[in-house]
């Protein structure tokens, strides 16, 4: 068994576009994923949106410089993610096309085991 | 290797051992004869020397390295178990979360047997950037836990596509090079090809691994007909189709048929089945260019990719005359996945041509032999450029 994140990235103007019957189905979705895949979940949270995000950069002083915004720019922004237990990459991947996803994607990452 | 990878559950340490085995060979065969069975020899002796290394390791240091292997079943010592392990190294090489090149370049160096450098070679790069490349990726598979398991029922389908798809590549690279002096590179269809048989063997029902391979073979029958007496290209209209190679054709003919009497025909499958009314053909006017135009509005269903609708417009300019399929292949020109994309330029230079629009069809051409990097392919868009004058 080991543990990956999976990011959920999504366009957030595609969003603003939509109304609160759209985000419900997208709860309702995210619910369902919660109940199907419960075993296997180890954690997971929303996130605001990259407004209001902020970055902390080290300088080459060593140094550091706190700005306003997500680290990268992107069209498609992190939205959320969850943690999760799979037997191999094939078994996270099924369990993450189940998380709903519109405008963007999902991404699954190995967690590294020290 | 497939079956010793079982074991060692690490791509490196299998590859030792299967070298092992083989020097062994050469000690002992030569003095106690060539055993009945010399591949069973050599899996037996590869796979005890795979045990032997694993007893010898620290557990520690073996904990995260390893393929996710399936520990619940243990390979019969029989063919048919081996050749499990054969399929579960395909899957394992064409896995999707990998990019194609690197799937390509895995499953020569894993399945093909090639040596690095050999692979460098096949995708013009250095030896260092290969070697480089291909630790990435089995890093990868083993960091991120790439299972070594023929895949789940439900996901087979589209697992068998995308190591077709690997398969197919391998074989258009080596058919038509991107780059370079010669034409093709007979190395990259020959793997290709024992790569289809070997699929053909280890997955005999399925009607796209079947069509796959007569799809090569159908292809690779015309080979010899290809390049003409001083070396240059020739189109399949201009080709001697005496020297095309009847045996692989009256195979491919065989796979094709009963592909398509499976019914529900796939990509490969109607790919497979353009080629053979090509193969079927005694000369090129007795082409049936309507039946091809039929095959391709079902493989553009099938397959909705700009390349397919051009090579469907072009077969249209046959069937319904020039104009037509310059209105086809126009409708294609904004495409930006078809933007630097030659034959697209050269379909229109030939469609123009017909068409008697010499000074368009000439800077048609000349896009075409500006966008290709084989130098077969430019000399013979030159030639095409001088003929119009």
Same mark, same amino acid.
């Given at each position: $068994? ?48 990259? $407004?209001? &995000? ?17 680290? &990268? ?22 369990? &993450? ?16 085991? $020290? | ?12 340490? /299998? ?6 085995? #083989? +020097? ?80 390509? +370049? ?16 096949? #995708?013009?790069?250095?030896?260092? /950037? ?43 690279? *080596? ?68 020297? =095309? ?29 353009? /080629? ?12 049936? =260019? ?24 072009? /077969? ?32 229109? *230079? ?29 000399? #013979? ?9």
């Amino acid at each position: $068994m080991a543990e990956y994140l999976v990011l959920i990235y999504s366009n957030e103007a595609s969003w603003a576009d939509r109304g609160e019957e759209f985000a419900k189905e997208i709860t309702d979705g995210h619910n369902k994923f919660g109940q199907k895949h419960g075993a296997s979940l180890r954690g997971g949270n929303a996130l605001e949106s990259t $407004m209001t &995000a902020t970055s902390i950069r080290t300088n080459e002083s060593g140094g550091t410089v706190t700005t306003d915004g997500p680290f &990268a720019e992107t069209k498609e922004a992190l939205g959320g993610y969850y943690v999760i237990e799979a037997d191999d990459l094939d078994a996270a991947i099924a369990i &993450a096309k189940d998380i709903p996803a519109p405008f963007g994607g999902i991404e699954v990452r190995p967690i590294r085991v $020290m | 290797m497939a079956a010793t990878i079982r074991i060692t559950r690490d791509f490196d340490v /299998a590859e030792e051992c299967v070298q092992d085995a #083989f +020097a062994r060979a050469l000690a002992t065969w030569g003095e106690q004869g060539i055993p009945t069975n010399p591949g069973a020899w050599l899996t037996t002796v590869a796979r005890r020397r795979a045990i032997d290394v694993g007893r010898r390791r620290d557990v520690a240091m073996r904990s995260q390295r390893f393929l996710v292997v399936d520990t619940d079943t243990e390979p019969e010592a029989t063919e048919g178990g081996f050749e499990d392990d054969r399929l579960r190294l395909i899957f394992t090489c064409c896995h999707p979360s990998l990019a194609t090149d690197t799937q390509v +370049a895995l499953a020569l160096r894993m399945l093909c047997g090639l040596s690095t450098a050999e692979v460098a070679k096949a #995708f013009l790069v250095k030896d260092s /950037a290969m070697a480089a490349r291909l630790t990435r990726a089995k890093k990868k598979i083993a960091l991120a836990r790439i299972p070594y398991r023929v895949p789940e029922r439900s996901e087979l389908r589209s697992r068998i596509d995308s190591v077709l798809l690997v398969v197919h590549l391998l074989f258009t690279t *080596g058919h038509t090079s991107p780059v370079g002096e010669n034409l093709s590179q007979v190395d990259l269809v020959e793997r290709s090809l024992d790569l289809a048989r070997m699929l053909r063997g280890l997955l005999p029902d399925d009607a796209e691994v079947a069509s796959l391979l007569a799809l090569i073979l159908l292809t690779d029958s015309r080979r010899g007909a290809r390049v003409g007496a001083e070396g240059e290209f020739l189109r399949l209209a201009d080709q001697d189709r005496s020297k =095309w190679h009847r045996d692989s054709i009256d195979e491919g003919l065989v796979l094709v048929a009963e592909s398509i009497r499976q019914g529900r025909p796939g990509r490969f499958t109607l790919m497979a089945a353009i /080629a053979a009314v090509h193969s079927s053909a005694p000369h090129w006017d007795e082409t049936d =260019w309507a039946e091809i135009v039929g095959l391709y509005d079902l493989l553009l269903e099938a397959w909705p990719s700009p390349v397919v609708a051009l090579n469907r417009a072009v /077969a249209v300019s046959f069937a319904q005359g020039p104009l037509a399929g310059l209105a086809a292949i126009d409708a294609l020109s904004t495409d930006p996945q078809l933007s630097t994309y030659p034959y697209l330029a050269a379909a229109r *230079g030939d469609c123009l041509e017909r068409l008697e629009r010499f000074a368009e069809a000439r800077e048609a051409f000349e896009e075409a032999a500006l966008l290709t990097e084989n130098h077969v392919e430019r000399d #013979f868009l030159h030639s095409r450029i001088a003929q119009l004058n």
